[in-house]
Each structure stands twice: as structure tokens, then as C-alpha cells.
């Protein structure tokens, strides 16, 4: 699988999809809202950012997440974070050509953020392997299962 058809097949399943600049890189930003009265009546706004890199490497990575979670939080709309509303990031970097700094970086707890969650994913093409942090979270529990079951639902192969 290429990275056009891992495009497609993500793109397929949202609606609310928009293409922007992202650190550099052209990024599908794909846009969805879930509401759950077991959140104790929250709203989660959530973002995702699917970008092609020839090479990934730690640093790379680093900047991407932080840049998507920054576009997240400028442009989502209703209360402010922390109000009954949450905000989270998926930063999805696809590439058949993923250094193992990368990997690890993704493999270790995701940066705190108030009402926000920053969630990096690395998607390996030549290995039809997904990465990213599988353990459970301590802050944000409650949205633990959610977060991880998205991935797999709409970013695996």
C-alpha cells in the first residue's frame, strides 16, 4: 500500500476533511466531535492530521505533534477547554522510512496539556505497522479505551 491509497482509505471514512500546512507539510486535517454522558458530559473536539515524510525521525515528529495540538487548540469552537470540552490531536505521520528515535518517541506517555491530549502516530508503510503510546493513560483515564479504539478504528491498515 502506498501512501496515496492510506490516504484515501482514511479520508473515506470522515466527512468533515480539509487539507492545510502544517509545519511544512501539506496535512488531511480530518474533524470530529464526540459527546458521552459517561465523560461526565463531555465533548471531545477532535483532530486529526494524516502527512507523508520521506524520513521520520524523533525531531520531526516532535514538531509535527506540537504544531498539529497548537492548530487544534487555535481552531476548535465552542466552550473554552476544561468546560465540559476537551480537545485531542491525533498527529499522523506516514512513510515508509521511520528512524527508531521516532518509534520510541511515540512509544512513551504523551505530553500533559490542560483539557487536551496530543497523540502522535507513526504509520509504517513498508511494515503495515501502526505505533504509537498502547499503554493506558493516568491522566485522562477516563478516555483511555475511546482514544485508543479510534486509532485502531480509523487509522489502521
Same mark, same amino acid.
Given at each position: 500500500?502506498? !501512501?496515496?491509497? !492510506? %490516504?484515501?482509505?482514511? +479520508? @473515506?471514512? %470522515?466527512?468533515? $476533511? $480539509?487539507?492545510?500546512?502544517?509545519? /511544512?507539510?501539506?496535512?488531511?486535517?480530518?474533524?470530529?466531535?464526540?459527546?458521552?454522558?459517561?465523560?461526565?458530559? $463531555?465533548?471531545?473536539?477532535? %483532530?486529526?492530521?494524516?502527512?507523508?515524510? @520521506?524520513?521520520? @525521525?524523533?525531531?520531526?515528529? +516532535?514538531?509535527?505533534? *506540537?504544531?498539529?495540538?497548537?492548530?487544534?487548540?487555535?481552531?476548535?469552537?465552542?466552550?473554552?477547554?476544561? &468546560? *465540559?470540552?476537551?480537545?485531542?490531536? !491525533?498527529?499522523?505521520?506516514?512513510?515508509?522510512?521511520?528512524?527508531?528515535?521516532?518509534?520510541?518517541?511515540?512509544? *512513551?506517555?504523551?505530553? +500533559?496539556?490542560?483539557?487536551?491530549? =496530543?497523540?502522535?502516530?507513526?504509520?509504517? &508503510?513498508?511494515?503495515?505497522?501502526?505505533?504509537?503510546? +498502547? =499503554?493506558?493513560?493516568?491522566? /485522562?483515564?477516563?478516555?483511555?479505551?475511546?482514544?485508543? =479504539?479510534?486509532? &485502531?478504528?480509523?487509522?489502521? %491498515?
Amino acid at each position: 500500500m502506498d !501512501y496515496q491509497e !492510506y %490516504f484515501l482509505q482514511v +479520508k @473515506d471514512k %470522515f466527512i468533515n $476533511t $480539509t487539507r492545510t500546512n502544517i509545519g /511544512g507539510f501539506d496535512a488531511l486535517v480530518i474533524y470530529d466531535e464526540v459527546f458521552k454522558w459517561r465523560w461526565l458530559a $463531555t465533548k471531545l473536539k477532535i %483532530f486529526s492530521f494524516v502527512t507523508y515524510a @520521506d524520513k521520520i @525521525d524523533e525531531h520531526l515528529i +516532535k514538531s509535527y505533534t *506540537q504544531n498539529c495540538l497548537h492548530y487544534a487548540c487555535k481552531h476548535k469552537k465552542g466552550l473554552p477547554r476544561g &468546560l *465540559q470540552n476537551g480537545v485531542v490531536s !491525533y498527529s499522523i505521520l506516514v512513510s515508509d522510512n521511520i528512524d527508531s528515535s521516532a518509534i520510541s518517541f511515540v512509544s *512513551q506517555r504523551p505530553t +500533559k496539556h490542560w483539557s487536551a491530549f =496530543e497523540m502522535p502516530i507513526l504509520v509504517d &508503510l513498508s511494515k503495515k505497522e501502526l505505533y504509537y503510546y +498502547k =499503554e493506558n493513560m493516568i491522566w /485522562g483515564a477516563l478516555y483511555d479505551s475511546f482514544l485508543n =479504539e479510534y486509532i &485502531l478504528r480509523n487509522f489502521k %491498515f
